[in-house]
């Protein structure tokens, strides 16, 4: 297999590893999903309180599992694995390489730990349990990204053939793409995929290893089966066809640092975070219902996390009452990852350094 340069690599991986670094799939609908009921005899708040931490540096790779059972964070060549009691275990990713590993990526999917990376005899993904390694996959000539849907079900990576060629994989379907300026934006729930071009400001659909539809600005998202797109500073909701749901205008949505989307769909709710302002909460119909303090950090069925000054702030979906809070644990936030349930929090700064939380 013919490889990149070593220290290419490491160029390569930084810039591409960032550009799909973060994203939570999801797909609106032109009418307000169904409440969701609360269960009966659940407390409606609770606080949470740090179960483990590590400080490191470097872009920040994590990942959790739905159910908070699993979390999995990337220091320098090592893997954590950690549960929600602050029990861990740490693997190291180089083995018995004679060159450490270029990361760039983690999923926890399916009680397994998706490691993707450029290791010394090939480009792919090593797979991890608690117990230690259980497998690798080997693709390509350079390991772009991986990512995985918000339920878990999906998950793809993207990988460099050759200078002029990417390969998508998602559920084992390929889809070849004849440039190597593609990232992955996000992975919906029900299979569809947008990919985004970097130098050409586009986005590419596609679904079960199909393309489906091109759409000329890159800040697209799915949720289901439909797409989120800011064009012109307009907020559109698309069926998969390119027909338009729904639209608001001056409510356009893009990244921002480590590539964070300013924009975060679920079900009921879609949360746009208004430049230097705060997080506004719309149907899907596009009215405003609500605004919320600080800058969406991560949403769920359930949740929705924001964080404003010193404080990570927890909101139920329900009646948007605040269910815990936190102070920010190190001088900034990457990311943020909160399981179905609220009682699991895995929290991120934007250079290094984690902090496991678990209600208590």
């Given at each position: 297999?013919?490889?990149?340069?070593?220290f290419i690599l490491i160029l390569f991986s930084v810039v591409i590893s960032?550009?799909?670094?973060?994203?939570?799939?999801?797909?609106?609908?032109?009418?307000?999903?169904?409440?969701?009921?609360?269960?009966?005899?659940?407390?409606?708040?609770?606080?949470?309180?740090?179960?483990?931490?590590?400080?490191?540096?470097?872009?920040?790779?994590?990942?959790?599992a739905k159910d908070g059972s699993l979390s999995a964070v990337i220091d320098?060549?090592?893997?954590?694995?950690?549960?929600?009691?602050?029990?861990?275990?740490?693997?190291?990713?180089?083995?018995?390489?004679?060159?450490?590993?270029?990361?760039?990526?983690?999923?926890?999917?399916?009680?397994?730990?998706?490691?993707?990376?450029?290791?010394?005899?090939?480009?792919?993904?090593?797979?991890?349990?608690?117990?230690?390694?259980?497998?690798?996959?080997?693709?390509?000539?350079?390991?772009?990204?991986?990512?995985?849907?918000?339920?878990?079900?999906?998950?793809?990576?993207?990988?460099?053939?050759?200078?002029?060629?990417?390969?998508?994989?998602?559920?084992?379907?390929?889809?070849?793409?004849?440039?190597?300026?593609?990232?992955?934006?996000?992975?919906?729930?029900?299979?569809?995929?947008?990919?985004?071009?970097?130098?050409?400001?586009?986005?590419?659909?596609?679904?079960?290893?199909?393309?489906?539809?091109?759409?000329?600005?890159?800040?697209?998202?799915?949720?289901?089966?439909?797409?989120?797109?800011?064009?012109?500073?307009?907020?559109?909701?698309?069926?998969?066809?390119?027909?338009?749901?729904?639209?608001?205008?001056?409510?356009?949505?893009?990244?921002?640092?480590?590539?964070?989307?300013?924009?975060?769909?679920?079900?009921?709710?879609?949360?746009?975070?208004?430049?230097?302002?705060?997080?506004?909460?719309?149907?899907?119909?596009?009215?405003?219902?609500?605004?919320?303090?600080?800058?969406?950090?991560?949403?769920?069925?359930?949740?929705?996390?924001?964080?404003?000054?010193?404080?990570?702030?927890?909101?139920?979906?329900?009646?948007?009452?605040?269910?815990?809070?936190?102070?920010?644990?190190?001088?900034?936030?990457?990311?943020?990852?909160?399981?179905?349930?609220?009682?699991?929090?895995?929290?991120?700064?934007?250079?290094?350094?984690?902090?496991?939380?678990?209600?208590?």
């Amino acid at each position: 297999m013919r490889h990149f340069p070593f220290f290419i690599l490491i160029l390569f991986s930084v810039v591409i590893s960032a550009a799909c670094i973060d994203s939570q799939g999801g797909t609106p609908s032109s009418q307000p999903y169904p409440s969701h009921t609360q269960t009966a005899n659940v407390p409606s708040t609770w606080s949470m309180k740090l179960v483990w931490n590590i400080s490191t540096v470097g872009i920040p790779f994590m990942d959790m599992a739905k159910d908070g059972s699993l979390s999995a964070v990337i220091d320098d060549h090592r893997v954590h694995l950690i549960k929600p009691t602050g029990d861990s275990v740490s693997i190291d990713l180089q083995g018995s390489d004679a060159i450490q590993p270029v990361i760039t990526g983690v999923i926890v999917k399916g009680g397994n730990v998706y490691v993707l990376g450029n290791y010394e005899a090939f480009s792919g993904m090593r797979i991890y349990s608690w117990d230690g390694k259980v497998g690798e996959i080997r693709v390509g000539s350079f390991a772009d990204c991986i990512m995985r849907s918000p339920d878990g079900s999906h998950m793809c990576h993207l990988v460099t053939l050759s200078p002029t060629e990417q390969l998508l994989t998602c559920d084992g379907l390929k889809t070849k793409l004849e440039s190597t300026d593609y990232a992955i934006n996000a992975i919906s729930d029900t299979g569809v995929v947008v990919l985004r071009r970097k130098l050409a400001g586009e986005a590419l659909v596609t679904k079960n290893g199909k393309k489906l539809l091109t759409l000329n600005t890159p800040s697209v998202i799915p949720h289901d089966d439909k797409l989120l797109v800011s064009e012109n500073n307009t907020l559109k909701i698309l069926a998969l066809k390119g027909e338009v749901l729904a639209s608001r205008e001056k409510a356009g949505f893009g990244l921002t640092t480590l590539l964070r989307w300013t924009l975060i769909p679920t079900k009921r709710y879609i949360f746009r975070y208004e430049p230097f302002g705060d997080t506004h909460v719309f149907t899907w119909n596009l009215t405003e219902v609500k605004v919320l303090p600080g800058f969406p950090y991560f949403a769920n069925e359930n949740f929705v996390v924001t964080a404003k000054g010193e404080t990570i702030r927890c909101y139920s979906l329900n009646d948007f009452h605040e269910v815990f809070n936190v102070k920010v644990p190190g001088d900034s936030i990457g990311y943020i990852r909160l399981s179905d349930d609220g009682k699991v929090m895995l929290v991120s700064g934007e250079t290094g350094n984690f902090w496991l939380y678990a209600e208590g």
